[in-house]
């Protein structure tokens, strides 16, 4: 099973990014899916997760409002459509699965994603 991230960038304060996470394997619907980030020199840190069936998902404070998890069974991606960029959502951001349903714990995820860079500007 492998994860593959892509999407991130560089853009201006206020404005939206979507990253995509392809899922490589034959179980997607076995997996609750979550993004997390890493900023410089900072730990990583939850961002959102989606359930196995996709009816719950959750978010950290700092992008509820902001950013919307979604899942494509056909595709086999995790989407992260992410508006009003602030500079402080400057990070490495990473996909995950999960086996053992949804989490805001890393130590749930159990395949990890290569990451990608998101680069805000003011």
């Known amino acids: 099973v492998q994860l593959q991230a892509s999407g991130g960038g560089l853009v201006q304060a206020g404005a939206s990014l979507r990253l995509s996470c392809v899922y490589n394997g034959r179980t997607f619907r076995s997996y609750a899916m979550a993004w997390f980030r890493q900023a410089p020199g900072k730990e990583r840190e939850f961002v959102s997760a989606i359930s196995r069936s996709g009816s719950s998902t959750y978010y950290a404070d700092s992008a509820k409002s902001r950013f919307t998890i979604s899942r494509d069974y056909a595709k086999n991606t995790v989407y992260l459509q992410m508006n009003s960029l602030k500079p402080e959502d400057t990070a490495v951001y990473y996909c995950?699965?999960?086996?053992?349903?949804?989490?805001?714990?890393?130590?749930?995820?159990?395949?990890w994603g290569q990451g990608t860079q998101v680069t805000v500007s003011s």
């Open positions: 995950a699965a999960s086996l053992g349903g949804t989490s805001m714990a890393q130590s749930e995820y159990d395949v």
